[in-house]
């Protein structure tokens, strides 16, 4: 096997595993990334490039290969049309990968995955869209159709967005979307500082490391090759979480002492971050649903070396009577559409529908009616989702203080990608008053 064609067959593997088997991204080519470990940093940079590149605009390749394809790629074998798919990417977004050189392994990969019969229908599509690229034409109305295909969103998701924000903001999210951006990691100041932890992460290997604008205890890394082989990370010096995921810890009034409860805290970064502001006092109870998740968090307790986080399995939608007004603050992150975090988690927009963000909002319902109990008088419930879909934050929140006039809104933001410096993400602090 040559190396070029090994790379393409990583990336056909995880898009595969994606886009037909259902496997989120980040974990099918980070179990990718983690079986290869002997190929090298510029190896494993075409994989993750090609892979992220193509879900990224993805809808963009497929209009691209219904132009000069008389089988449209909804009726294609799913390998032949993800060979398409890759080889397209390169093609229009890869300027250093020679057409030609796509083209022709392509048809190889084709080949080995027993295609034989369609080795020349590949080459065809592919010569062809070569020749015609630069004069493609794209859809100039609806907005949601042009925009859909330019930035590779489903219309529903930006009719929505165009129902709650102005055009120019919807424009900015999409834009943001498709940013390449660094990586955004949270650390103790306690345990290391920032110019040490600088020093170590170029010392091993990453390329730039700077201060964040929002906070001064998280940096933004990039030019590195896999986390993993980090020292830095296995030590437990730094977490990896958005700023937007900070600033809702960052907005609770922790004190010493204080018990916290989250209730859907796997991997574990705010459990993780509140355990950090009670500075070795209090407690955190992360707990989180399945067994898998548990471990998670249990691993992620164990590497960042924390003494007052305890991970527990339990269902958020079942009550707890033992933590009855237990609580002084309870953390309710809640399953969400995750609409904000399309940037880094760019396959959620393809298995996402809008019936499901109806059912999300209703579950999120649940979910708050149950663990508000856990709050004791005058202390506080965040409500937080990584989305920026009003029914599942603003709505939610809204119906939420109908329903329970005990409690009152304390803070709300609404964060959204390209607008603020972070991710979309939205927060709601809520207070129970004291009887």
């Excluded at 998701?157 to 834009?175: N, R």
């Excluded at 953390?331 to 999300?360: F, H, N, W």
Aim: with cysteine; hydrophobic share 40%; glycine share 6%.
């Amino acid at each position: 096997m040559t190396k070029t064609t090994n790379e393409r067959e990583l990336a056909l593997a995880v898009l595969l595993s994606v886009l037909k088997e259902g496997a989120p991204a980040h974990l099918a080519l980070r179990n990718i990334l983690e079986k290869y470990q002997y190929i090298d940093k510029k190896e494993r940079a075409f994989v993750t490039r090609v892979v992220e590149g193509t879900l990224e605009h993805l809808i963009e390749i497929d209009y691209i290969i219904d132009q000069f394809s008389k089988v449209k790629s909804a009726k294609m074998k799913p390998v032949i049309c993800m060979i398409l798919r890759i080889s397209v990417y390169q093609m229009k977004y890869m300027d250093h990968v020679p057409d030609s050189a796509v083209c022709n392994e392509a048809v190889k990969l084709a080949k080995k995955k027993g295609f034989q019969s369609l080795a020349g229908f590949v080459n065809g599509v592919l010569r062809n869209i070569g020749r015609n690229l630069s004069s493609i034409t794209y859809p100039k109305e609806p907005k949601s159709l042009c925009w859909s295909v330019q930035y590779s969103m489903p219309e529903w998701i930006i009719d929505k967005w165009l129902l709650a924000y102005s055009e120019d903001t919807v424009k900015t999210i999409l834009q943001d979307i498709q940013r390449e951006k660094p990586t955004c990691i949270r650390f103790d100041p306690d345990k290391i500082s920032k110019e040490d932890l600088t020093n170590r992460l170029l010392a091993e290997g990453v390329e730039k490391a700077e201060e964040h604008p929002l906070l001064p205890y998280a940096l933004l890394i990039s030019g590195y090759d896999y986390l993993g082989f980090l020292e830095s990370f296995e030590e437990g010096l730094f977490y990896v979480q958005d700023a937007s995921s900070m600033m809702a810890v960052e907005s609770l009034p922790v004190k010493s002492g204080d018990y916290i409860i989250d209730v859907c805290a796997a991997p574990g970064g705010k459990a993780l971050h509140a355990a950090e502001k009670l500075a070795g006092t209090g407690h955190v109870e992360a707990r989180d649903l399945t067994e898998y998740k548990v471990g998670l968090l249990k691993e992620n307790i164990e590497r960042c070396g924390m003494r007052n986080v305890e991970a527990v399995r339990m269902d958020a939608l079942v009550y707890d009577e033992a933590s009855c007004e237990k609580a002084d603050i309870v953390i309710a992150d809640l399953p969400c559409s995750g609409l904000g975090v399309l940037s880094g988690k760019k396959d959620i927009r393809y298995r996402m529908t809008e019936k499901q963000t109806t059912e999300l909002s209703q579950l999120q319902r649940k979910m708050l009616s149950v663990v508000k109990d856990y709050v004791k008088p005058g202390g506080c419930l965040l409500y937080s989702t990584c989305t920026i879909n009003r029914e599942e934050n603003e709505e939610n929140t809204a119906w939420f203080l109908g329903e329970y006039p005990e409690f009152v809104l304390e803070k709300e933001k609404q964060y959204l990608p390209g607008i603020d410096p972070c991710d979309g993400f939205y927060l709601a602090v809520l207070k129970k008053q004291e009887s």
